[in-house]
């Protein structure tokens, strides 16, 4: 498969219905692991439940996996502009830590 | 490629625009052009996660107090019916891949549904904080339940009572301004995520109707993968809001 030319797929039905029901699943674990107090984990549970979530959905719902590396660039920019954007995060959270400012 | 080939592969595919080669090269240019207008859906929705990570750093307390007054089971609806709704969306487009226009009606219609579901269930919960005075603005009230409430209620015995007791001593404790922070965000974030919704189910009703007429436009599955990838990333957004705004804290 030349990864530089779209091909057509037609997936089967089976592949998207196992992406739905890992996605059901997920969603259950989610609103279970909100109910346990992990502490500050809460947030990071979290997050990487609805991360993964989202990939399932990038990759075989919007059909990246089978995309071109010119599409898989483009997807990944955006997830790429997030990780710069939170950095402003280290701004906040340091506050008042660093002495001498 | 050759000029002869080149138009060799014109010949065959009538749908193809003069500026591309193959209609591989088609297809790829109308799927990047979707990604690139969904990075800048990215830029601006990220700008909003990050005012919310921000303010929830900065109060604590206040957003954990706030968020308790969001509905965890209709969220969970939500989330449910908006995954299902991906799910429609995506037969949909492997039904038109295939050929079949009646399954590709049938895979829109039941993506219009859950989307008409995801707004019906956002109205009453919208409803709920109206009347609760839970709207930034002049009429908003916190903490939001009458002071004494519990002690002037059913004679207050058993863990359930006094659980709601310390929520609400949590809630009195609270400074109000903050608290609203949490609903500015909550409003703001989920209402443009409710716009995008009903832009999508608009964009569906029009490829129905397309499709319901035979029109030329529907007969390949492009525009149907097009409006897939704005509605998967509607999905997208509503899967990082859910947990945020309605589970995330104690």
Redesign the interface.
């Known amino acids: 498969m030349n990864p530089n030319v779209l091909e057509h797929h037609v997936l089967p039905v089976s592949l998207y219905t196992k992406v739905f029901v890992a996605l059901l699943i997920a969603l259950v674990l989610t609103v279970l692991a909100a109910g346990f107090d992990f502490g500050p984990f809460n947030f990071l549970v979290a997050m990487i439940i609805s991360v993964s979530k989202a990939s399932l959905v990038v990759l075989y719902f919007m059909n990246v996996r089978y995309g071109t590396r010119l599409i898989w660039l483009w997807a990944g920019l955006g997830f790429l502009w997030m990780l710069l954007l939170f950095l402003t995060l280290g701004d906040y959270i340091t506050r008042g830590k660093v002495v001498g400012w | 490629m050759s000029v002869e080939a080149a138009h060799g592969a014109h010949g065959m595919e009538p749908h193809l625009g003069i500026q591309y080669e193959t209609i591989?090269?088609q297809?790829?240019s109308y799927?990047?052009g979707m990604?690139?207008f969904?990075?800048t859906e990215?830029?601006f929705f990220?700008?909003l996660?990050?005012g919310l990570?921000?303010y929830r750093?900065?109060y604590p307390e206040a957003f954990t107090a706030a968020h308790h007054q969001l509905s965890?089971p209709l969220g969970?609806l939500n989330?449910?019916i908006l995954?299902?709704s991906?799910?429609t969306?995506?037969?949909a487009v492997?039904s038109i891949?295939?050929g079949n226009r009646r399954a590709l009606i049938g895979f829109l219609l039941l993506t219009i549904l859950c989307a008409g579901g995801f707004v019906v269930v956002k109205t009453f919960e919208y409803g709920a904080k109206i009347e609760h005075h839970l709207v930034p603005g002049p009429t908003f009230r916190w903490p939001p339940h009458e002071a004494g409430a519990v002690e002037a209620g059913a004679p207050s015995e058993g863990a359930g009572a006094t659980a709601e007791a310390e929520h609400h001593a949590a809630d009195a404790a609270v400074n109000p301004g903050q608290a609203q922070m949490f609903f500015v965000f909550y409003f703001c974030m989920t209402g443009l995520h409710a716009i995008h919704v009903i832009i999508g189910a608009i964009i569906m009703i029009i490829l129905v109707i397309l499709a319901l007429r035979d029109h030329p436009a529907v007969r390949d599955y492009i525009p149907i993968?097009m409006a897939?990838?704005y509605w998967?990333?509607v999905?997208?957004v509503w899967?990082?809001l859910?947990?945020?705004l309605y589970?995330?804290?104690?």
């Open positions: 591989e090269q297809n790829e799927i990047v990604w690139a969904l990075v990215i830029m990220g700008a996660f990050l990570a921000v750093y900065l965890k969970t989330t449910f995954l299902t991906s799910y969306m995506v037969l492997r891949q295939l993968e897939g990838l998967h990333f999905d997208i899967i990082f859910f947990p945020l589970l995330i804290g104690h």
